[in-house]
């Protein structure tokens, strides 16, 4: 399973694009990347998933390049209440393999 | 569509006594997940099930943890005996199938053993 690296922190002020950056040198061709995010006192909340290109949803985009090594979760005019940690995972396509949460990005939405 | 729920949502016990949490995943998902989370960590996998069989468990203390998914719907974790080093949040989540499906999350219990 394709290890991941994001940063442990961020702030942003309100009303800012933030943008999220996560690494997964050794992704699998039939690896996807998901992103979840937790609010404190709350369990982890799906927020998009990718395989390549760009995908978007109601409330984030997701950025993948070519090669796939990373991946960027991108959050539009960020509110106070976009303050969570952001989990990036890397999961395998077919089958029941885990999914393993690294730390997380703790990202600090600043008035 | 009710979401993933869980009880208690907060324990306190002495270390050595037993403790155990429950979970009622979203109806008609078949794969069950239980975590362990420390603070400031991230949710960590203890348990996966489909349907009632288990598919992943290398990662639960067998010696002191145990999980049962009787007929594929409701879960139990068990600790017994609990240690200090399993205050956590315990998290359950569920999903329609394993790998790409979406893992809806319960509330989490809260467990300090003291």
């Known amino acids: 399973l394709a290890k991941t690296t994001q940063p442990i922190s961020m702030d942003s002020y309100e009303g800012q694009e933030v943008n999220i950056t996560c690494s997964h040198n050794?992704?699998?061709?039939?690896?996807?990347i998901t992103w979840y995010q937790q609010f404190p006192s709350q369990g982890p909340r799906f927020i998009i998933q990718?395989?390549?290109t760009k995908v978007t949803n109601e409330v984030a985009s997701l950025f993948i390049p070519a090669d796939r090594k990373s991946s960027t979760l991108s959050l539009p005019r960020v509110s106070l209440s976009d303050t969570a940690v952001y989990y990036c995972?890397?999961?395998?396509?077919?089958?029941?393999?885990?999914?393993?949460f690294g730390i997380g990005t703790k990202l600090q939405v600043i008035p | 569509e009710a979401g993933v729920a869980q009880s208690p949502r907060y324990k306190i016990i002495e270390k050595r006594q037993s403790v155990a949490f429950w979970c009622n995943p979203i109806?008609?998902?078949?794969?069950l997940y239980w975590y362990q989370q420390i603070l400031g960590q991230g949710p960590k996998l203890l348990i996966q099930?489909?349907?009632?069989?288990?598919?992943?468990d290398s990662q639960l203390p067998k010696d002191r943890f145990s999980a049962e998914r009787l007929k594929g719907v409701d879960s139990t974790l068990k600790i017994q005996p609990a240690k200090l080093e399993d205050s956590a949040v315990y998290l359950c989540?569920?999903?329609?199938?394993?790998?790409?499906?979406?893992?809806?999350f319960g509330p989490g219990t809260r467990l300090t053993v003291t």
């Open positions: 050794n992704i699998a061709t039939n690896d996807y």
């Open positions: 099930f489909q349907n009632n069989g288990v598919v992943d």
């Open positions: 995972l890397v999961v395998v396509s077919g089958g029941y393999q885990k999914v393993t």
């Open positions: 989540a569920s999903s329609a199938s394993g790998g790409l499906y979406e893992q809806y």
């Open positions: 109806s008609g998902h078949a794969t």
């Open positions: 990718g395989y390549k």
